[in-house]
């Protein structure tokens, strides 16, 4: 028995996605490993964000949001968007390909696994953090191996970096 610690978490192996949201002209975008399915009809997928997250507020006031699930190699959009760093608004996509999804208008990042385009569908609190849904209503899904979050570490199925699989 090793108790309740957040480092025992750290076996679930998960995949990597950046969400992106466009907010009266305010883009932003931020990784996240917890995004899964919690509902199929109707298609629904929720993630895990710390309460009061910039993604997470802007997107309820958006009432739209896109998914970006990262491919193997794209380990660098992943640490990016995790960055506190990172410049607000528009610029945090500069050097990064990207076109506005038709129907959410977030960035819409090129190369990616696939895209989940979702109209918000609320966000319950739980703990330290909020699930944010969103109902998909467009998707449309590339090839590849996906990036996964693993041990504290990306990961790919292949290897042990995305940045050198
Ligand atoms: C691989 C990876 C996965 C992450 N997953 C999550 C997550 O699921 N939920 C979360 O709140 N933060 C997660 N983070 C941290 C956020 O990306 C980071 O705190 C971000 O700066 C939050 O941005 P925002 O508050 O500006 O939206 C993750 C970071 C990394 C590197």
Aim: proline letters at 5%; hydrophobic letters at 40%; a neutral charge.
């Amino acid at each position: 028995m090793t108790g309740a610690r957040t480092t025992a978490v750290r076996r679930l192996a998960t995949p990597v996605s950046v969400l992106t949201v466009s907010h009266e002209g305010r883009l932003h975008g931020t990784t996240a490993s917890t995004t899964t399915l919690v509902s199929t009809r109707p298609l629904i997928l929720g993630t895990s964000l710390r309460a009061g997250s910039v993604l997470g507020e802007l997107a309820i006031a958006a009432g739209w949001f896109t998914v970006n699930v990262l491919g193997g190699g794209q380990a660098e959009l992943a640490r990016w968007f995790a960055d506190g760093s990172r410049p607000p608004g528009a610029a945090q996509f500069d050097g990064f390909a990207w076109r506005p999804d038709p129907l959410t208008t977030a960035p819409l990042l090129e190369g990616t696994l696939a895209h989940y385009s979702c109209r918000g569908a609320g966000r319950i609190a739980v703990g330290d953090h909020e699930v944010l849904l969103g109902r998909v209503v467009e998707s449309d899904t590339g090839s590849g191996d996906p990036l996964l979050s693993f041990a504290g570490g990306l990961r790919t199925l292949t290897g042990r970096d995305g940045t050198t699989p």
